[in-house]
């Protein structure tokens, strides 16, 4: 997936107006440990939302909206929300806006954990502002002072547990980082983008108290959402007073994303930061060495080296990118003369009439049509659903359903529903994962182009030509394509003699297959 920030400095991406206000200069602030995004993703951190909560947070009723502090209804009931909508708004099972507002604060963790999941997914999607974003950021920043905001929980997007106070600003560092960049960069409409960044001194004043906070994490949150929302000139005036803390905490914090914003911020505010990119060179040095003795089973010094990684600080680090520099976000290059665009795919024709040997094909006609948003949800589903919401959206219940056990409990790994053709794939009870089945399964179209049923050599040309972003395609150990930008990965299903297309929808914590994927679907015939 491309990447926000490079080896080379901090002075690409901005806004013009930043860069009128502020001297970003050519400093070097940054190498290449440090690319992550804000907001917590998606590699290996997964939904668990089994956890227990602060006891002295009190609990609230699960009336979500009219469970909100005064000043939020407030702000919430005065807001059209119907003439503002996100990525999504009007699909099927998908939460409109104040419905995810609400849910913030709700009783059970899991509703909690989601409904910032939702955050990221329906109104940060894929790095870009919609008409809902700013006045979310606007009731969001009304909720930080609530002592219910004081629950903690392990969040979808960052490893670790912290307050859910903690993680709001770290969505709030997010929306920041994204709106000061500029709408060539993909970030949203020229009005979405002017609402973002006119709702940024509105949301420093809201978070300055935090940046003061006994809880490190949250403090650590607030200061590096402050040091991002200082892009706006308005807020020029306040640089030399966060200018010190910038560099005394966020530049040693043990998330690598802070050091960088750290960095960057501090060289676009004229300060040296010499002193930081050696200190960082030295850290990545050290990783490399001690990553290199660590995999090494005959050398000396693996044992130590193995101890040493496992005493570091978790780095907390968001494993999706957001924010991304403008000359990342480019599209990709055309191809050269003598190459042509490859047609789109064109799905497998179903079996003849009368067979119903153990491999038939659905014919297009038995298929059911579905289309999806990246790291959204595919058809009627959307990520984060339980076993229970996806039987009451399909209109059937799981045929097989397979389960792992965790101490005395038990965990659903995934649910086979046949009748709509698909495996849904669970990490602590929420859906992560989608598979369309190639020989049942529904149409999954991109572009009108079919995903589903098709020769994998068609679909694999096709994507790699049309993907967004450098760097997005990966391959897993059996050699399927994952494309990271779009959260999508094409596995491969027998289908008698020949393969058809497994197109696997997901998460980002679900990007490497290997070790995200149960046993079962990689045997899968």
């Known amino acids: 997936m491309a990447e926000r920030h490079d080896d080379t400095g901090g002075g690409e991406g901005r806004d013009g107006e930043e860069a009128a206000a ?7 602030v940054g190498d290449g440990e440090d690319r992550g995004g804000l907001g917590g993703a998606d590699v290996g951190v997964g939904w668990n939302t089994a956890a227990v909560i602060n006891e002295m947070a009190p609990d609230i009723p699960d009336a979500p909206v009219g469970s909100l502090p005064p000043r939020a209804q407030a702000e919430l009931a005065s807001t059209a929300w119907e003439e503002l909508p996100h990525v999504c708004t009007g699909q099927h099972s998908v939460p409109d806006t104040p419905d995810i507002l609400g849910a913030v604060l709700a009783t059970d963790p899991a509703r909690r954990v989601r409904a910032v999941g939702d955050l990221y997914r329906l ?3 894929r790095e870009q502002v919609f008409p809902a974003t700013a006045p979310a950021a606007l009731v969001l920043a009304r909720l930080l002072d609530d002592p219910r905001t004081l629950a903690e929980d392990r969040w979808e997007r960052r490893a670790g547990r912290r307050s859910l106070r903690a993680e709001l600003l770290n969505w709030l560092a997010s929306f920041a980082d994204i709106a000061r960049l500029d709408v060539e960069d993909g970030v949203g409409t020229a009005q979405d983008l002017a609402a973002a960044r006119a709702a940024r001194p509105v949301l420093h004043d809201r978070i300055a108290d935090f ?4 809880d490190p994490l949250v403090r650590e949150a607030a200061l590096v959402a402050t040091a991002l929302l200082l892009a706006d000139p308005a807020l020029a005036s306040s640089v030399p007073r966060y200018a010190p803390v910038v560099r ?4 040693v914090s043990a998330d690598s994303y802070y050091r960088w914003v750290a960095r960057e911020r501090l060289a676009a505010w004229g300060e040296d930061v010499t002193d930081l990119v050696t200190a960082q060179k030295e850290r990545r040095a050290a990783l490399d060495r001690a990553h290199v003795l660590a995999e090494d089973p005959f050398g000396e010094g693996q044992e130590q080296a193995i101890r040493w990684l ?5 780095d907390t680090a968001a494993p999706e990118r957001l924010g991304h520099r ?3 976000r480019t599209a990709p290059s055309p191809a050269a003369p003598q190459e042509s665009a490859p047609e789109p795919p064109v799905a497998a024709p179903g079996s003849g009439a009368g067979y119903c040997g153990p491999w038939r094909i659905a014919r297009e006609e038995e298929r059911a049509e579905w289309t999806f948003t990246p ?3 595919v058809g009627p589903l959307h990520f984060g659903m339980t076993s229970e919401e996806i039987t009451r959206v399909l209109g059937e219940g799981p045929a097989v359903s397979s389960y792992s056990h965790h101490g005395e409990g ?3 790994n995934y649910a086979d529903f046949t009748e709509s053709g698909i495996r849904a794939l669970f990490h602590d009870g929420r859906l992560g994962c989608v598979a369309a089945d190639a020989l049942t399964g529904p149409q999954v179209r991109l572009d009108a182009a079919p995903l589903t049923g098709c020769a994998p050599s068609q679909v694999e040309d096709w994507l790699v030509h049309r993907t967004t972003r450098p760097g997005s395609l990966a391959y897993s150990v059996a050699g399927d394509p994952i494309f990271a930008d779009l959260g999508l990965a094409i596995r491969s299903q027998r289908a008698g003699d020949v393969v058809l297309t497994r197109p696997l929808f997901l998460l980002h914590d679900w990007l490497d297959l290997w070790h995200a994927l149960p046993s079962e679907e990689w045997n899968c015939p």
């Not at 940046?211 to 006994?214: L, P, T």
């Not at 496992?310 to 978790?314: I, L, T």
């Open 326 to 328: 403008c000359k990342d």
């Open 310 to 314: 496992e005493e570091r600080p978790e």
């Open 123 to 125: 109104l940060l999607n």
């Open 410 to 412: 038990q965990q659903l």
């Open 248 to 251: 005394e905490v966020l530049a």
């Open 211 to 214: 940046c003061d906070d006994d």
């Open 375 to 377: 790291y959204v949800g």
């Open 22 to 28: 502020l001297d970003v200069g050519a400093a070097q």
